[in-house]
């Protein structure tokens, strides 16, 4: 393998290991969501949280996507 193809593939896996973090907190981040349904100051930080994680699965995506 020359040293720009494994560059690709480190960098690769490095998204597919950050998309599957992002998906970890995502599913972590509704599960909260669901025991905090009655307290709408939680629920207001903890929807911040899921769209920033969403925003940056959408862009990990879109770069593995490019790389493919």
Partial sequence: ????????LV??????ARIADLE???AALHAEIDA???D?????ELAVR????ESELD???????EMV
């Fill in 11 to 16: 960098q690769m896996e490095t998204l597919e």
């Fill in 24 to 26: 970890d907190q995502m």
């Fill in 36 to 38: 905090n349904s009655g």
């Fill in 40 to 44: 709408y100051m939680r629920l207001q």
């Fill in 59 to 65: 862009d990990a995506m879109a770069r593995w996507m």
């Fill in 50 to 53: 899921l769209a920033a994680a």
């Fill in 1 to 8: 393998w020359d040293a720009a193809t494994w560059g690709v």
